[in-house]
T-cell receptor, first 110, second 116 residues
Framework: DAKTTQPTSMDCAEGRAANLPCNHSTISGNEYVYWYRQIHSQGPQYIIHGLKNNETNEMASLIITEDRKSSTLILPHATLRDTAVYYCIALQTGANNLFFGTGTRLTVIP | GAVVSQHPSWVICKSGTSVKIECRSLDFQATTMFWYRQFPKQSLMLMATSNEGSKATYEQGVEKDKFLINHASLTLSTLTVTSAHPEDSSFYIC????????????FGSGTRLTVV
């Protein structure tokens, strides 16, 4: 699976959009980009995933660059409950497991 | 959606005793489940892959005789920490594939183990 690089931490004002970048320059054609988040002392929670098209669901939007070397997770209106560590993972179809990097610690500030 | 139930959510045990953690897929079958360990302020580290009806596959550096994994059915995997020591205190998390398209995984809520 391709390695991903994320900023260590970010702050976001409550109510504003949180844009979390992820670099995956070595991603291969059959690897999806997955985003999970982990709120303190809980198991990771699935957020969204995509291959090459932009995706949106009730939690977030995922913007993937045309060359697929990077992506951005967007939380449109961040709340205090969105404070968590966000993990970007490149996952090959049929892969057996997820390997987690260090992720981005997002702090939503009142 | 897919739900993975993990029990107990926390446990305190004495040094030298064994502790069993259960991981169940509630609404789907999982031939494969995964066990992770997470120390404070660190990321999740994969310990082992649990395979239904066969032996688990352990990551390098994980002692298979200390962390016993049993995956006797398509909905249940257990992790037993044998002869626990304070350094085994950690947050243990299981996951199972399925329920999310193209290979996504669902995670349990985790078990906080404290060995005293």
């Amino acid at each position: 699976d391709a390695k991903t690089t994320q900023p260590t931490s970010m702050d976001c004002a409550e109510g504003r959009a949180a844009n979390l970048p992820c670099n995956h320059s070595t991603i291969s054609g059959n690897e999806y980009v997955y985003w999970y988040r982990q709120i303190h002392s809980q198991g990771p929670q699935y957020i969204i995933h995509g291959l090459k098209n932009n995706e949106t669901n009730e939690m977030a939007s995922l913007i993937i660059t045309e060359d697929r070397k990077s992506s951005t997770l967007i939380l449109p209106h961040a709340t205090l409950r969105d404070t968590a560590v966000y993990y970007c993972i490149a996952l090959q179809t049929g892969a057996n497991n997820l390997f987690f990097g260090t992720g981005t610690r997002l702090t939503v500030i009142p | 959606g897919a739900v993975v139930s993990q029990h107990p959510s926390w446990v305190i045990c004495k040094s030298g005793t064994s502790v069993k953690i259960e991981c169940r897929s509630l609404d789907f079958q999982a031939t494969t489940m995964f066990w992770y360990r997470q120390f404070p302020k660190q990321s999740l580290m994969l310990m082992a892959t649990s395979n239904e009806g066969s032996k688990a596959t352990y990551e390098q550096g994980v002692e298979k005789d200390k962390f016993l994994i049993n995956h006797a059915s398509l909905t249940l995997s257990t992790l037993t920490v044998t002869s626990a020591h304070p350094e085994d205190s950690s947050f243990y998390i299981c996951s199972a594939g399925g329920g999310i398209g193209e290979g996504g995984y669902t995670f349990g809520s985790g078990t906080r183990l404290t060995v005293v």
